[in-house]
């Protein structure tokens, strides 16, 4: 059982997005792209807010209705991914550090990809 849910924020425009994408150049930001009609979409969103166990200091989190035309296209040109319901993205530094689509989404896999980017930043800086 989840220690908390995830505070799912929503992106309601390209600017919003764009913000985020740049807001995670300080704190990596999660992406779920998201279909309320789509009941495969919702268990996954299901599934992943009843696993989470990330504080929200460690992980932004945000929600994109896939069916927002002009949010998925610009998704799929900056995250470089192909337009996959339900699908998550995790920024950091700007970039996309890591996308899962469709049945291979977990948390577990989320939060390890999460560690992957915490321990390189920690290991660039370092380097500085």
Known sequence: MSL???????????????????????????????????????????????????????????????????ITDKVITVAGVDDETPQVILFADGVTMYDESLELISFKKIKLALKIVNRTFRWMETRA
């Open 4 to 70: 908390s849910s995830p505070q799912w924020k929503d992106v309601k425009t390209v600017a919003e997005l764009e913000k985020i994408i740049e807001d995670s150049k300080s704190k990596p930001v999660l992406l779920l792209r998201h279909n309320e009609s789509n009941p495969f979409s919702v268990q996954v969103k299901k599934n992943l807010d009843q696993d989470w166990s990330l504080s929200a200091s460690q992980l932004d989190t945000y929600i994109a209705d896939a069916s927002i035309a002009s």
